[in-house]
């Protein structure tokens, strides 16, 4: 069956640095692209960045442009998501996925807390 389990949120102040971490099971890591989305309290879930598997092509949302980069390790079937320059408003429960931007498998989720 297919997994994703998250890992590496936590608290942070302003300024600082987390990486999640995402591993894989359950499915070929290498036929899809791997996605972290976040939710914040009392609004929607959105799509933070996408990667492609295959040629490692990304995309990130206007609000982490610049200070998030993810990436992968195939051989570990792993995806993660390095977040510097964290912000207040990053504070928000991240999420893993296969596909995007429309998921099929979503991960637990990991709490990330950006303090001021």
């Known amino acids: 069956d297919v997994q994703l389990q998250a890992s590496g949120g936590g608290l942070v102040q302003a300024g600082g640095s987390l990486r999640l971490s995402c591993v894989v099971s359950?499915?070929?890591?290498?036929?899809?692209?791997m996605g972290w989305f976040r939710q914040a309290p009392g609004k929607e879930r959105e799509g933070v960045s996408c990667i492609s598997t295959i040629d490692g092509s990304t995309y990130y949302s206007d609000s982490v442009k610049g200070r998030f980069t993810i990436s992968t390790d195939n051989a570990k079937n792993t995806v993660y998501l390095q977040m510097d320059s964290l912000k207040p408003e990053d504070t928000a429960v991240y999420y893993c996925a296969r596909t995007c931007p429309q998921p099929d498998y979503w991960g637990q989720g990991t709490q990330v807390t950006v303090s001021s």
């Open positions: 359950g499915f070929s890591f290498d036929d899809y692209n």
